[in-house]
């Protein structure tokens, strides 16, 4: 069950505080309330907060209290949230302090995490007692969700055992508590705890794992449990169980790459170079043209000069250049352009309307450029700035942008009170704010990506000098003796078959349902 705010929204509420009697005008709001009409009720409750009333300090927070609920009603979120963040701010300081928790949990279902609500929950308190009085059968879904705001707050501040305290309090059957485990791994992969991280994350596979007809979440959820299991054992140097863990992301998953690319690095660790080169084809198909993974080339040149193929090597290096330093250089040009970070957040916003609108044009073969880049430089760019973070950013604003256009649409009265004129002031700060913030956000990931460019350009430079050592028989002569005593040495080009794959070598030809199972034979010339 999801609690909503008809089922707790007006429960739990402290006593009629020790103050005169209301106004007519509260009086008449809360009447009003009562038959749901909120907008006439928000009115009046506005006018109160403002002390036109005469109203004594209990009752006007009794009226902010009730403003926010208002506003909340009709649908405009942003500018509920802008009431009871006044009132959490006061603290105990408010008589609806502790009431209206339950209101910002509720509201953390209607606005993305930009807004800032994981914050503001978070000024409740260090310690689950603090939510003991939603913990009981009534409001058994509340408990949960404010178990996992308050946790994801103590996360955010590297409290990372305090958020577990309210992780591992959540209900085994509540939708939260597998994204409740994740974030419980997480912590312990940040503090370095291999075991646990592992115990959390096993925990997930168990869940799920052979399950039929998973939702699409808990199929995410599943692969980035295999995902960062395969990070813990790479990382603990358990070679055979991260290849094992990165092989169960399939290839309908978001995360399919990321695992075909780093287990091409485990490959290349246990000195399995076909492997590892059978991935970097995969990740360089046709099928991936639009996602971005320059370091496979590296990994590519690297692998070829410990074998002594100095000159498949330096080709490697040489494709290398030339696909990314234009990218590099016209990346840099575009960058000098944006003058702020809402020119940027502009950008981002073209970038992603433009996302399906050319992928029929970039399938076609066709070599328009796509907001002034390369169909290539495009791809590049929508890969640097398409990760969920940056959504939410984006999704944020747009939720702003409908609550406007709602406001618009109401009577004339409400828009040209003191009420409808709050709304439109919280809704254009929150905008102007959140704009700034998504801009500078995609500004540092598209540095980041400029930045990450360079620093493989410099990589693919020290490969170069290398390569020009060894041909010119500039290499320590120890070195030479020690590939041939202990380099990998001519791996066949053998087909290997097991009960559910068929692993194909390699021919120059892609077909979707051979990715991931490429090999590419290689011959060492070390000691020639």
């Known amino acids: 069950m999801v609690f909503t705010a008809s089922d707790v929204g007006d429960a739990a509420e402290p006593p009629p505080p020790p103050s005169g009697p209301p ?43 009730f403003l926010g609920k208002c506003f909340y009603h009709l649908g405009f979120y942003q500018a509920a949230l802008g009431v009871f963040e006044e009132i959490a701010i006061m603290s105990t ?68 055992p305090r958020a577990r305290d309210f ?5 085994k059957d509540d939708d939260l508590y597998v994204p409740a485990v994740f974030f419980t791994g997480i912590t312990h992969v940040r503090e370095r705890r291999a075991a646990p991280a592992s115990k959390a994350f096993l925990s997930i596979v168990k869940k799920f794992d052979g399950k039929l007809f998973l939702s699409d979440e808990e199929e995410r959820y599943l692969n980035l449990a295999w995902l960062s299991l395969a990070r813990i054992y790479y990382s603990t ?60 080339l590296v990994l590519k040149s690297v692998i070829y000069f410990g074998q002594c193929m100095y000159e498949d090597a330096q080709d490697t290096v040489t494709e290398f250049r030339h696909k990314y330093e234009p990218i590099q250089q016209e990346l840099q040009v575009a960058l000098a352009k944006f003058k702020d970070n809402k020119s940027f957040f502009e950008f981002l916003r073209k970038v992603h309307q433009k996302k399906d609108s050319t992928k029929d044009l970039m399938d076609d073969g066709e070599e328009e450029k796509i907001m002034g880049f390369s169909p290539d430089i495009f791809s590049v760019i929508r890969g640097a700035l398409d990760d969920r973070t940056l959504l939410r950013n984006l999704e944020y604003v747009s939720i702003l942008e409908k609550e406007e256009k709602k406001l618009k649409k109401m009577p004339a009265m409400f828009v040209n009170s003191a009420a409808g004129t709050r709304i439109q002031q919280d809704i254009n700060t929150a905008k102007d704010v959140a704009i700034d913030n998504t801009g500078n956000l995609a500004r540092s990931r598209y540095e980041r990506l400029v930045e990450e460019i360079n620093d ?48 194909w070598p390699f021919e120059g030809e892609y077909w979707r349902d051979e990715l991931g199972y490429y090999r590419q034979p290689i011959q060492s010339r070390c000691g020639r």
């Open 237 to 296: 140097k358990h070679w055979d169980s991260a290849l094992a863990a990165w092989n169960r992301v399939p290839q309908s998953s978001e995360y399919y790459l990321d695992a075909v690319f780093e287990e091409s690095w485990a490959f290349f660790q246990v000195d399995q170079l076909a492997r590892a080169l059978g991935n970097i084809h995969t990740i360089n198909s046709p099928y991936f043209d639009e996602y971005f993974y320059p370091e496979s």
């Open 93 to 160: 300081g408010h008589l609806y302090f502790q009431t209206t928790l339950q209101w910002l949990a509720q509201l953390s279902r209607e606005l993305p995490e930009p807004a800032g609500i994981i914050g503001l929950v978070g000024r409740y308190g260090d310690s689950v007692s603090v939510l003991q009085e939603f913990n009981k059968k009534e409001t058994e879904d509340l408990y949960n969700e404010l178990l996992f705001l308050m946790g994801r707050h103590w996360y955010q501040q590297g409290e990372f």
């Open 23 to 65: 106004s007519e005008a509260l009086a008449n709001a809360l009447r009003l309330y009562q038959q749901e009409k909120y907008a006439q009720a928000g009115v009046q409750f506005q006018r109160i907060v403002q002390g036109e009333t005469g109203d004594e300090p209990a009752n006007i927070q009794k009226a902010q209290f």
């Open 456 to 503: 493989l350009l410099n990589q693919t430079t020290r490969v170069e000098v290398e390569i020009l050592n060894a041909l010119r028989g500039a290499l320590d002569m120890e070195l030479k003796t020690e590939q041939q005593l202990t380099g990998p040495q001519t791996e066949q080009a053998t087909i290997e078959s097991d009960a559910e794959h068929v692993l």
């Open 167 to 171: 992780f591992l309090e959540i209900d």
